[in-house]
Structures are given as C-alpha cells and as structure tokens.
C-alpha cells in the first residue's frame, strides 16, 4: 500500500476531462498526490469541544506506531488513538489514550469475532472513563 486513502488525494483541477489515453503513455504514467488537509484539530477546537475524539493510527514499522499515535494525540488534539499495523490488523490493534500516566491497551482478535468488535468495545470503555 503506497498511502492510506485519506491521507493524499488528486484534486479535482488535476482531474483528467476524458480516459487517460494508453497511446499517449507508452512510458508509463506518473501520478501527482496531494496530501489531504488535515481536519481532526479542528473538530475540537472549531466545531464542537465536547467530542470525544478518536483518530486511527496504521503503520508497517513496529517501531514507529506507538510514537506516531502520541504524536497524533498531542498534534490533533484526539482523546484516544487505534494504533495497528498492516500485516496484523485484523488479528491486534492497540488503544492509545491521551489520560495522562494511561498505558497502552492491547486488544487482540477473539477467534469468533472480527478485531473491530474487541475495538468498539475499547472505544466505548475509554468513553465511558472519560
């Protein structure tokens, strides 16, 4: 996966009018991605402060997922952070809360459900203690 769906995009004013045209391409095609404004910050600050926000954090480095999931949680000001990785996302995800001193949840896959199942019920506990 070269990018997660909503993080670039092609803007309209880049938009081809008709069918990219094969013949015209004998090289190959080069493709320009935008990246997608980023809005979470201000769905808090602008929109409404009493939202309880959740962002969801994928990466394929181990290493770097619970920094990059922090890092969300003091950039954009979310309450809780989904934190997984690629090659294991539908077995294990991790709930990162902005509580201060909170440890990291690690929710893993219940061989009768899907992941998002033990994700909900996480989302809907770190909620309810906030």
Same mark, same amino acid.
């Given at each position: 996966m070269a990018a997660a769906v909503s993080d670039f995009y092609i803007p309209d004013s880049s938009l081809s009018t008709h069918k990219i045209q094969s013949k015209d391409h004998g090289d190959g095609l080069t493709i320009s991605l935008e990246p997608v404004p #980023? #809005?979470? #910050?201000?769905?808090?600050?602008?929109?409404?402060?009493n939202t309880f926000l959740v962002s969801f954090k994928l990466e394929t480095d181990s290493k770097i997922l619970l920094e990059k999931a922090r890092s969300a949680i003091e950039k954009y000001n979310v309450h809780l952070v989904v934190a997984n990785e690629l090659h294991s996302r539908y077995d294990q995800a991790v709930l990162i809360s902005a509580v201060e001193g909170s440890e990291p949840v690690i929710l893993n896959k219940n061989p009768s459900d899907p992941i998002e199942k033990e994700i909900v019920e996480g989302i809907i506990n770190a909620h309810i203690s906030a």
């Open positions: #980023k #809005k979470l #910050k201000s769905i808090v600050e602008d929109w409404n402060p």
